[in-house]
């Protein structure tokens, strides 16, 4: 038998992703994220102020968690984390109106999360009054601010 034959076969395991903190492109996104179990960040509390039609000024208890920002005519979900979906929750009880919005919001601290950041939506809504609708798109802009105690706001 030659030599060869009884040579160890290389095998090589496919190259392993790098870890990254970049936002997810969409829930497809499976990219691994750096840091792992071990590196979880213990919830930070932000007071949320911006917006323009229905200003916010509300606080965030952990902006890893689903959370809702309140106006004074609409309530907005949001899915959570630094990536993710939003959609109105509450809308003004007015007969024959009818609103509805939703899309994607991006939250980032360029100087780290115990510095100031913004939040950005993206996205549209669809307001119907009687056989009319009217859509729009757009996005909105919000400040948040770390605060150290979360004071029971949601």
């Known amino acids: 038998m030659p030599a060869a034959a009884n040579a160890p076969v ?11 903190n970049a936002p997810r492109t969409d829930e497809n996104d499976k ?15 932000y007071h949320v102020v911006g917006g323009s039609g229905d200003p916010v000024d ?8 689903s959370f ?19 959609k109105f929750v509450r809308t003004p009880n007015i007969p024959g109106l009818h609103w509805s ?3 994607r919001y991006h939250i980032e601290f360029p100087d780290g999360a115990d510095k100031p950041g913004t939040l950005t939506t993206e996205g549209g809504g669809t307001t119907t009054a009687g056989s009319q609708s009217r859509t729009t798109s757009g996005g909105e802009h919000f400040t948040l601010t770390p605060v150290d105690n979360c004071g029971g706001a949601t």
């Open 10 to 20: 290389a095998t090589t395991a496919p190259p392993e992703e790098p870890c990254t």
């Open 101 to 103: 919005a939703g899309g």
């Open 68 to 86: 809702v920002l309140n106006g004074r005519m609409f309530g907005v979900a949001f899915s959570g984390g630094v990536d993710g979906t939003y």
């Open 31 to 45: 990219r691994p994220r750096c840091g792992g179990i071990g590196a979880a960040v213990a919830p930070r509390a």
């Open 58 to 65: 509300d606080t965030i208890c952990d902006i890893s968690q």
